[in-house]
């Protein structure tokens, strides 16, 4: 696609269930990252793949949290056991490298509210 | 501990002027700089970026410019349009891991016409 697609854009779940985000990156972009927002706060650093490498899981907050790519395209980010504090938009975005002066593309986000 | 810091967190300009957002770190690790802006309800925009080995990147309206010895950089627009109303996010990243960026909270900029 022409674009960094996610979905769903919104998600309101509840506390205790478990919830995927999916990640459809720019086409022939090796690199993917997910970030997020919490409400008032910066992104933050989740997760990074690269091509096949070993994804750098370095930024995920706690084990609830995972995330796979497959076919080194389309990207899962999986939440178990949902907590309240997971409030927050997900952002994903792609680029060519692995980080360069040319910025990401970001999606437009999935904004995640758990009740 | 907030290794990049926008203590603004909303400026207001008239259009035609000139807006100055600014962005302080404290990792002397980061050797580049980037700015994003976002509107609401998408994704954030790269706008620009610049290497620690510069201290100028001009792209148009839109100047970054960059105080090592301050750990300080700026974005400078001008003139201002209302369509630049937008956040603004300053990140840094390192050589090492470049594709880990650190992101400020923002500065939300309004342009009146």
């Known amino acids: 696609g022409a674009g960094v697609s996610q979905s769903p854009s919104n998600k309101v779940t509840e506390k205790g269930k478990d919830v995927e985000l999916r990640c459809d990156p720019i086409s022939g972009h090796t690199a993917l990252y997910w970030y997020r927002q919490s409400l008032g706060q910066g992104l933050e650093f989740l997760i990074y793949?690269?091509?096949?490498?070993?994804?750098?899981k370095s930024g995920l907050p706690s084990d609830r949290f995972s995330a796979e790519r497959t076919g080194g395209s389309v990207s899962t980010l999986t939440i178990q056991r949902t907590q309240q504090e997971d409030s927050a938009v997900y952002l994903c975005?792609?680029?060519?490298?692995?980080?360069?002066?040319?910025?990401?593309?970001f999606g437009s986000g999935t904004r995640l509210t758990v009740v | 501990d907030q290794q990049v810091k926008q203590n603004s967190p909303s400026l207001s300009v008239q259009e035609g002027r000139i807006s100055i957002l600014n962005c302080d770190y404290t990792?002397?690790?980061?050797?580049?700089f980037l700015w994003y802006k976002k509107y609401p309800a998408e994704g954030p925009t790269f706008l620009i970026s610049?290497?620690?080995?510069?201290d100028k990147n001009e792209d148009g309206r839109f100047t970054v410019f960059l105080n090592k010895s301050a750990k300080h950089l700026s974005l400078h627009i001008v003139p201002s349009q209302p369509g630049d109303s937008a956040v603004y996010f300053c990140a840094a990243g390192s050589g090492g891991s470049n594709y880990k960026l650190t992101f400020g909270k923002g500065t939300l900029l309004t342009v009146n016409p």
């Open positions: 990792n002397s690790m980061f050797d580049y």
């Open positions: 793949f690269q091509g096949n490498s070993a994804p750098d």
């Open positions: 975005a792609s680029s060519l490298a692995g980080g360069s002066l040319q910025g990401y593309t």
């Open positions: 610049i290497s620690s080995i510069k």
